[in-house]
Nanobody
Framework: QVRLVESGGGLVQPGGSLSLSCTAS????????MSWHRQAPGKERELVAS?????????NYGDSVKGRFTISRDNNKDTVYLQMNALKVEDTAVYYC??????????WGQGTLVTVSL
């Protein structure tokens, strides 16, 4: 059974940091392109960051998070991470983990809520 389980969300003040984790099971994690997406209330889901399969040497970030967020992966732990620094109120959203190896093999996690507020 394929599972992606996100964790690490919560409430943080503006300027603070949070670290999200997404642990996979049920498939060969290292073969999958991994990404984080987010969806704020009333808005469409958007790409936050992505990392290529295997060595993870190809990384991309959404323009709104460049310089503040860092994506990484540990294939030994079947886990992808998102380190979020200098958080802003507009970063408030449900954050989703996605695994992809082509259209037929795409999986989503259930999401974890990040709230940035005073």
């Amino acid at each position: 059974q394929v599972r992606l389980v996100e964790s690490g969300g919560g409430l943080v003040q503006p300027g603070g940091s949070l670290s999200l984790s997404c642990t996979a099971s049920g498939f060969t994690f290292s073969n999958y392109f991994m990404s984080w997406h987010r969806q704020a209330p009333g808005k469409e889901r958007e790409l936050v960051a992505s990392i290529s399969s295997h060595r993870g040497n190809l990384i991309n970030y959404g323009d709104s998070v460049k310089g503040r967020f860092t994506i990484s992966r540990d294939n030994n732990k079947d886990t992808v991470y998102l380190q979020m620094n200098a958080l802003k109120v507009e970063d408030t959203a449900v954050y989703y983990c996605k695994a992809s190896a082509g259209e037929r093999y795409t999986y989503w996690g259930q999401g974890t809520l990040v709230t940035v507020s005073l």
